[in-house]
């Protein structure tokens, strides 16, 4: 069986497919289709999230890129050496060229914008092959660190493991049957730290988890 391919030009969920049809009426300028990880190819981490926001990642292609959820992860990943510096767009928002991740890559679980940040369960399932194609290409010692529960899940069945095979819990770590070790972190959405429920400590924590796996 072929390998799959990811392309920018999938439309495979008819639901993800229109609402990025109706987006792009609205907002003409934004990149509005699937949206490629980015980063090294061969990193010894591997960052998922849930989707691209909708004035995040679809304006820009780019994941995690030009709204709040990225401005932790992105200024962590400079804190622990992962990115050439703490930011990735400039002051008027748009790609900063200037960034490069350093021995790390960033995807998502569900490549495209979904509406009210909210992908259904086939649409996960659906785009799954892309990050199982992802992570069958990882070196296996790869840290691959799941933001969120449904990014969790999202590893686990790219890798034919059911939900039930590891527990997702903020700064816990598994070690995988394929000798992966996924780490997990609540997701750096705004709703998380706005409420607290993610800090810049409690994140860094992870990454030191991951620092000492890693190095």
Known sequence: MPKPTFTTQCRDCKRLATFLDETRAMYPTYFCKPVPAFGAAKPTLFVVGLAPGMHGANRTG???TGDT?????????????YASQPTAVTPDGALDARLKLINCRISNAVKCLPPQ????????????????????????????LALGSIAHDAVLMSMGLKKGAAKFSHGAQHLLPSGATLFNSYHCSRYNTNTRRLTEETFHHVFRLIDKHCR
């Not at 959820?69 to 050496?81: D, V």
């Open 69 to 81: 959820a990225g401005e932790l992860l992105y200024s962590t990943l400079h804190a622990f050496g």
């Open 117 to 144: 940040n909210k992908p259904t369960p086939e649409e996960i399932r659906t785009c799954n092959r892309y990050l199982a194609q992802e992570i069958a290409e990882l070196p296996v010692s790869t840290a691959i």
């Open 62 to 64: 780019r994941p995690f």
